[in-house]
């Protein structure tokens, strides 16, 4: 089996604001093993982009990574020691420096949802990509443009290099969005982190742009973390499926597993919720309510005031984030749901659904 | 006579609004210097007639720039149209000024995409949906506040809330104070624009439902624009297929998914990413930009991107060699196919060139006679690196040449699912038009 190159271990951020403590990001794990798309789905609010963010040490004030492994390929992004009284990072935890030459760009990359705001207006499009190669990688000059104009090639930019000198307004918005893969790629960096790349696209776009990563994936051999709300794009193009909520992930596992032997009652309802391009759809079943703060979330199984197969001990325990089953390959299918624990889930009498309208 | 007084009883299931050859161009340049020397016209809606009937939803989909938004507004009015007619209730809406026309309004609202910004957040909720009914005078102070409560109630929210200020309240419940707002002086007709777009998709579900069913008890007719094709197969009894300012295609929402019978509406649908990893199909992927608005294509508008461009007569090719003629023709007009040259200014041999596109494209061959003289013009072209004159030849002599570039199209044939009938803006189906 391919070589885990980024683990996750019990990841905590949170955020100090004057209405109280946001745990954004409260104890997820997951691994990214060479080569493979890893997807992170979830609603607004569920703490994708922070798990992300803080995967790449970008979180800022008031924000904070309070605990937790992060290790790339040995190096270790994120770690701490208890000194009894409190967690302190440990010493070998790489520094902002190290972050900045060793490993964002050239080891893991990420790209935004909006590309107008990632790439800067005042500077021709060939001069950004250019400039990115340069930092990260050892060549320049002449090598460096070259090196450019390939990869706006590769990404299926026309004309690549009458096109080198223009400017990003003069792009349009799927053609923004290859130049920012253009640049992530011409890094060669071994994982990609793509934050909702293709959620501000026109369908066509869209999947002119999946089609792209999966041919480049192939060539390049390159790892993905791709970051969206959209079922239909983790279907298309993920390997491996991380599902959030509120903070935390809930169901975790190959991608046909997470369609088609749904562990977790949220993930059930999120596919039951979704209007289908492909057949006609009787009557959706929405999952009522909304999701609630993450300053205050609810007691048990946070998923239990909006979950249909709720029961009276999901308000009070907390499932554990456990392997439920493995595939053939020995992939592990994990979930957080009390219908996979001892604790007499299915003796307990159901919960009514109570949300506020 | 006013224009209310010309408004007619319309029953279910009769014509509510009729739309013909309605046209909007804008001016793309406004101001001193384009008044001297005029401005290039950007034509986002282009000569688009359809009908829609009482009770019925209608969908307008298409990608953004398509013009589905100028559209709608066009259609009410919000925007003065260049041409054609809108008739609302027998109204002639283009008859009458903006001031005559007000008193109509109450007929018709509008709900748009984003909760955030389409409520006043100074306002109370109850405030917000009474002002429709108070501004055209209906009901006593005391009957609008019972009402607007009622209405909260119908959205599916708490009577309560008519206390409560807009940032209180989720996306999803700002969504059904608008309808709220929508309903409140009982229109005929709902305009709304991307209504769910801007939600989480578990509360996508519980906004189209009631739509829905506020639909069923209130027999209201919507006209949804929408880019979200799950979302339009969902809710619509007709779907409206828009690209760059012409309905593409226009059916029976099952007739249009399962039977679409135009280029772009089965490139569209091939593109949606289906929710399920066991149909995860190569597809084919429509290459290429819309092209600008101004100057748009003639004839048919997607024939610069589309995959089944007619032959044209004047060419005498098989169906085999024109698909392998169409492929290079895209294939230089997008300059994909680019020969290795060995240095910035120098050009390549024309054997070279002609190798590399047999290769490529014509594995058996050229085709002989006009087309082949032309491809061999065009590789001498690429040779000489004047990629500007081959684009240029190809696209003379192989895509305007063809129907799709001579004349606009627009067939019915009769439809495949249900009795109905389908439009087609399509050459391919200029044999079996009833």
Known sequence: ?357 | MSAVDQLADVGMGETLLEIEGLTKHFQSDTGLLAGIFGSEDVEAVDDVSFEIAKGETVALVGESGCGKSTLARTVLQLIQPTDGRVAFKGVELTDWSQRQLRPLRRDMQMIFQDPQSSLNPRMKVGQIIEEPMQAHDMYTKTERRERAKELLERVELEREYYNRYPHEFSGGQRQRINLARAMATDPDLIVCDEPVSALDVSVQAQVLNTMRDLQEEYGFTYLVISHDLSVVRYIADRVAVMYLGHIAELAETEELYENPQHPYTQALLDAIPIPDPRSRDARGTLEGDVPSPINPPSGCRFRTRCPSLIRPEELDLSADEWDQVRRFTRAVQRRTFVPEYPDEDEGLPVGTITDAVDADYFPEGRPDGEAGEIIDEVCRSIADREWDDAQELVTERFEETSICAAERPRYTIPATVGDGVHDVSCHLHRDDAI
């Open chain 1, 1 to 357: 089996m391919a070589e885990t190159i980024l683990e996750v271990t019990d990841l905590k951020t949170q955020f100090y604001t004057e209405r109280g403590v946001v745990r954004a990001v409260d104890g997820v794990s997951f691994d990214v093993k060479q080569g493979e798309i890893v997807g992170l789905v979830g609603e607004s609010g569920a703490g994708k982009s922070v798990t992300t963010s803080s995967v790449l040490r970008l979180i800022e004030e008031p924000g904070e990574v309070v605990g937790g492994e992060v290790d790339y390929m040995g190096r270790t992004i994120v770690g701490f020691e208890d000194t009894g009284e409190e967690l302190v990072p440990r010493d070998e935890m790489l520094s902002e420096t190290q972050m900045r030459d060793r490993i964002r760009g050239n080891e893991i990359a990420i790209i935004f949802q909006d590309p107008m705001e990632s790439l800067n207006p005042v500077y021709t499009v060939g001069g950004q990509v250019k400039e990115f190669i340069e930092l990260n990688r050892d060549i320049s000059g002449k090598e460096a443009k070259a090196e450019a104009i390939e990869m706006l090639r590769r990404v299926g930019i026309p004309e690549a290099a009458e096109r080198y000198g223009d400017y990003p307004h003069e792009f349009s918005g799927g053609m923004r969005q290859r130049v920012l893969i253009a640049m992530a790629l011409g890094c060669r960096p071994n994982l990609i982190i793509a934050d909702e790349p293709t959620t501000a696209l026109d369908v066509t776009v869209e999947g002119q742009i999946l089609e792209l990563v999966n041919d480049l994936q192939e060539e390049f051999g390159t790892s993905f973390i791709w970051v969206t709300h959209d079922m239909g794009v983790v279907a298309e193009i993920c390997d491996r499926v991380n599902v959030m909520y509120l903070g935390q992930i809930v169901e975790q596992g190959p991608v046909d597993e997470i369609f088609h032997d749904t562990q977790h009652p949220y993930t059930k309802a999120l596919l039951n919720s979704i209007p289908r391009p492909d057949r006609t759809v009787g009557d959706l079943e929405p999952i009522e309510g909304t999701m609630p703060s993450a300053r205050s979330p609810p007691s048990g199984c946070r998923f239990h005031p909006r979950c249909p197969d709720a029961r009276e001990p999901c308000k009070e325990a907390e499932p554990v984030f456990q392997q439920v089953s493995e595939t053939s390959d020995g992939t592990a299918h994990r979930a957080s749901c009390l219908k996979h624990e001892d604790v007499g889930y299915w003796e307990a009498d159901a919960l009514e659904v109570e949300v506020e309208k």
